[in-house]
């Protein structure tokens, strides 16, 4: 079905089952151990062998020999395949250098053999047998140093990537009061407890692959233009996934090996990414250098916004669109936001949560509180002045639903934030200085066509059948909530099937889009079963109402499981008229906390975030989604850093030791608070997501925060103790 006006009257106006916190339906199996995830599917196939995979070890160059003789005799070994007997793999829409195959070498761990062996040790064994050399070429790896040679770039979440209104240059020049700083992030790893993992098995010319992907139908894409194949002889199974942060949005190595490798043996083939390999042979989120820019009068009214963003990547890869909420923010006649991409010859770059946006407001948010000092404004009072009618980036488009104002008072009253000091480093509790800050969060909200099947069985029962991916996110249960909703059947009847390629293509989990639209989905599926459920008791679809199990329509009243079984297949798809608008979602984000006056050992206090993002589906999913990422963002404000070796080329830290995370113990405190918000733009439910906007502005608040507890402002992340002595 078509959305292609604003949600009048829908189905789910009063909805009893939707928008009420409830436990995930698929908890039991992952609390229990048996959710199967792709490593652990020891059942779907007989004969699985282990593979094993070797990463480059240059940078930039390629391969001048390989000596494979002692692996292929290593005890157990059943194949060996190896880059310099293979031809490059092909690329596809959604990766750059090609994942296996041919001497050149585009970067540090790409991978280039693999050893296929009856056990994982005997694989890994025989692997570190293998002798490379190799011819290394100079290569790139300082983004500081490549930066003034950047080009303007296309960006990865927002097709216009440039944008100017009015005469950026002028109106800064001429305004009151101005702040130009620049800010830098560091490269960021997904650092997901899953690896990379698939098991894969040929029958014929048919591949299935076990894996752990967040985009089903992409990825069952990419891997037919990788491997050269037809699409629709490939399936990919994913029903769950430990984590992806973007990292799994797209096919990588393991994938492609353990196809390869299954062919190589003539068996199954299961492989998991090692951990060291994890981090320099897969995607990553690019560092940034971000200029800021902000004119105003002297009442702290935005004459002049000005974002730009450099980043480099591999040729071909995108931009981290670091510019991309501060179209949206503010308001502001005269604008400027750009990102720029230079060529750098690290491991590839590409989205990790909230791409564009989670450093984009380290920079944006930071500046904000910079000049509302600067202007002796408290810094909420300054982001009030400047709220905006429509899209400053693009005044043709009005917001679909935009509650900041009531985030940043809502979040004031709760946090306590009128007892916060404006003069820094003015409060002390023991050896601690304390400090509260404060940022916005803006991320877009996507919405894509999703498909669904929904079937009713002659008990009644409701089966939900879509290629959805649950990336721990709570996929299963508010499709589980829209369905019970919209057929009128209590949850426990509703079964949820998700992650195989042959169910009907939905959005799959990326971009925060995954809630909004897969729900949407099934509620254009449950809209045609509903229409066939009345057309078979000779009921008027749009009078009948489905409740309690039974259909009723002005006196007549029958039981739905009469009308089973019955299947219905839907889409949902969205006209041109939201092209008028921004969709996007808000938050106010508060933290507090304490900087030790002797060691400058930051220790958050507490955390806040106020969220408009639409109706809640599920606000106890919803709450874990922005607490993880909250946490995600105090991470990168505080400890998260790929260290590039810029001599060699690859980040260093590529272990879970050397990349540090925060644990419970480093989060003491965290609140999320809801708006009772409805964006009938979006989709007839409403909803939009919230994966996302939980890591846009948290990190900022912190940082903020250190600020005013110290009087140091640190402009390079993550603020780590060293920068602040
Ligand atoms: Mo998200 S970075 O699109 O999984």
Redesign the pocket.
Same mark, same amino acid.
């Given at each position: 079905m078509k959305f292609d006006a604003p949600a009048g009257k829908t189905i789910v106006d009063d909805p009893t089952v939707i928008g009420k916190s409830t436990r995930r339906i698929d908890g039991p199996r992952k609390t229990t151990g048996t959710a199967p995830y792709a490593y652990e599917r020891h059942d779907v196939v007989s004969g699985q062998a282990y593979g094993y995979i070797v990463g480059s070890a240059i940078a930039r160059g390629r391969i001048t020999a390989m000596n494979l003789d002692a692996a292929r005799k290593a005890p157990g070994v059943i194949a060996v395949i190896a880059a310099t007997e293979t031809e490059p793999v092909g690329t596809s829409p959604f990766n750059t250098a090609p994942l296996f195959g041919g001497r050149d070498i585009a970067h540090y761990h790409q991978a280039i053999a693999c050893v296929v062996a009856e056990t994982f040790e005997q694989a890994r064994a025989a692997a570190a047998l293998i002798r490379t050399t190799y011819d290394r070429d100079a290569g790139d790896y300082d983004l500081a140093k490549v930066k003034d040679g950047a080009k303007i770039a296309p960006g990865w979440s927002v097709p216009e990537d440039i944008q100017r209104n009015g005469n950026f240059a002028e109106a800064y020049a001429a305004a009151p009061v101005q702040l130009d700083q620049t800010y830098t992030t560091p490269d960021e790893a997904h650092a997901m407890m899953e690896p990379f993992a698939t098991i894969a098995a040929w029958e014929g010319d048919k591949l299935t692959l076990w894996t752990s992907n &967040?985009m089903i139908n992409w990825s069952k894409r990419a891997l037919a233009s990788i491997l050269k194949m037809p699409a629709e002889n490939i399936r990919l199974d994913s029903p769950f996934i430990g984590g !992806?942060? !973007?990292g799994k949005?797209f096919i990588r190595a393991d994938a492609v090996l353990a196809a390869l490798g299954a062919k190589a043996a003539g068996r199954p083939v299961k492989i998991a990414m090692q951990r060291p390999l994890m981090f320099n042979n897969a995607t990553h989120r690019p560092a940034t250098i971000q200029r800021v820019r902000i004119g105003t009068d002297a009442d702290g009214r935005i004459l002049a916004m000005g974002h730009e963003c450099w980043s480099g990547n591999l040729p071909g890869g995108s931009a981290e669109n670091g510019a991309a909420q501060t179209r949206a923010l503010y308001s502001g006649p005269d604008n400027l936001t750009v990102s720029y991409i230079s060529r750098l010859d690290l491991p590839e770059g590409n989205?990790?949560?909230?791409?564009g946006e989670a450093v984009g407001h380290l920079a944006l948010e930071v500046a904000m509180d910079e000049l509302a000092e600067k202007l002796g404004l408290d810094p909420i009072e300054f982001r009030l002045r400047n709220e905006p009618e429509r899209m400053p980036g693009d005044p043709s488009k009005r917001f679909s639903g935009r509650h900041l104002v009531e985030c940043l008072r809502e979040g004031a009253d709760r946090f306590g934030w009128s007892a916060r000091q404006s003069r820094p480093a003015s409060v002390r509790d023991g050896r601690w200085l304390v400090g509260m800050g404060v940022a916005a969060g803006y991320r877009g909200a996507p919405i894509t066509k999703s498909a669904a099947r929904v079937s009713l069985d002659n008990a009644g029962r409701v089966r939900v059948e879509t290629d959805m991916t649950d990336i721990g996110t709570g996929s299963y249960t508010i499709i589980a909530q829209t369905a019970a909703e919209c057929i009128g059947v209590p949850l426990d009847q509703v079964r949820v099937d998700l992650g195989d390629s042959r169910s009907p293509v939905s959005s799959g989990?990326?971009? &925060?889009w995954g809630a909004a639209s897969s729900t949407a989905g099934v509620y254009a599926a449950c809209v045609e079963l509903r229409r066939m459920v009345a057309e078979k008791f000779g009921m008027n679809a749009d009078t009948a109402r489905f409740e309690g199990g039974r259909v009723v329509d002005g006196k007549t009243r029958r039981r739905l499981a009469e009308a089973g079984p019955l299947s219905a297949e839907g889409q949902m798809d969205y006209g041109d008229f939201q092209n008028d608008y921004d969709m996007g979602t808000y938050a106010g984000h508060f933290a507090e906390v304490g900087v030790d006056a002797y060691t400058g050992e930051v220790r958050i206090r507490r955390m806040l975030a106020v969220c408009d993002a639409g109706r809640i589906l599920n606000p106890l999913s919803a709450r874990s989604q922005v607490i993880g990422a909250m946490v995600m963002s105090a991470g990168s404000a505080l400890m998260e850093d790929l260290v590039v070796d810029k001599r060699f080329g690859f980040f260093v830290n590529h272990d879970l030791a050397g990349y540090e995370v925060p644990v419970h113990a480093d989060i003491p405190h965290q609140e999320v608070v809801f708006l009772d918000t409805l964006d009938d733009v979006i989709s007839p439910l409403k909803a939009k997501g919230v994966g996302?906007l939980g890591i846009c502005g948290p990190g900022a608040a912190i940082a903020n925060a250190v600020y005013n507890a110290t009087g140091v402002r640190v402009r390079d992340y993550p603020i780590t103790l060293d920068k602040l002595i």
């Open positions: &967040q !992806g942060f !973007g949005l989205a990790m949560r909230a791409p989990s990326g971009g &925060q996302e």
